[in-house]
């Protein structure tokens, strides 16, 4: 399985961003797709989770700004975030999880910084 994550940038405080993440290879339609982030000098956090059945799951610092959602017709996770804060600054992960085995895609940067 193959993770290409995208929508990564830079931000003013206050903004938005939507990250995209396609999943592509032998993709098992059971699965668990979803976003972790690193910051610098951190270990890495969850950020979001999204079943296949659509249940979602939030990091309490990701509830009520940041809203996750999927695709499975095209194996694509988006993470739509809201009302960015500086210490959302982070890189951020993709994940594809499917019978016990945890695929990464490369991460994409984003920054929140006046």
């Known amino acids: 399985v193959q993770l290409q994550a995208s929508g990564g940038g830079l931000v003013q405080p206050g903004g938005s961003l939507r990250l995209s993440c396609a999943a592509s290879?032998?993709?098992?339609?059971?699965?668990?797709m979803g976003w972790y982030r690193q910051a610098p000098g951190k270990q890495r956090e969850l950020v979001a989770t999204i079943t296949s059945g659509s249940s979602t799951n939030y990091a309490e610092s990701a509830k009520g700004r940041f809203t996750i959602s999927r695709d499975n017709a095209k194996n694509t996770v988006f993470l739509q975030m809201n009302s960015l804060k500086p210490e959302d600054t982070a890189v951020y992960y993709c994940f594809y999880r499917s019978r016990l085995v945890d695929y990464w895609g490369q991460g994409t940067q984003v920054t929140v910084s006046s």
């Open positions: 290879g032998n993709i098992f339609s059971i699965n668990v």
